[in-house]
């Protein structure tokens, strides 16, 4: 794949890049090296090669673990230990 080169131009948060200077530094590259090791493993992969996610919960997942968080501090409301007791009370 060796040939001619071209030059691209990427804004990042200069704080961002300074980051990344040291990390690939420490690896024994450079931000372009870098750049191009994860150019060629996404041609490889057809697509990304790590996985793209948010790992926050959404609103609804966040309100209910606080639910979740003031029904164990609350005193009146029953816990269970014993499944079989669990679903009896369900079956009330």
């Not at 090669?49 to 005193?75: G, Q, V």
Request: charged share 30%; net charge negative.
């Amino acid at each position: 794949m060796a040939g001619t080169t071209t030059n691209i131009s990427i804004r990042m948060d200069s704080e961002l890049k300074a980051q990344a200077d040291e990390l690939f530094n420490e690896l024994g590259m450079n931000l372009t090296t870098a750049f191009n090791i994860f150019v060629r493993q996404s041609l490889r992969e057809g697509g990304i090669p790590f996985e793209i996610k948010a790992d926050r919960p959404n609103k609804e997942t966040i309100a209910a673990i606080l639910e979740a968080e003031r029904n164990a501090k609350d005193p009146s409301v029953k816990g269970y230990t014993d499944l079989d007791e669990l679903f009896a009370d369900l079956k009330k």
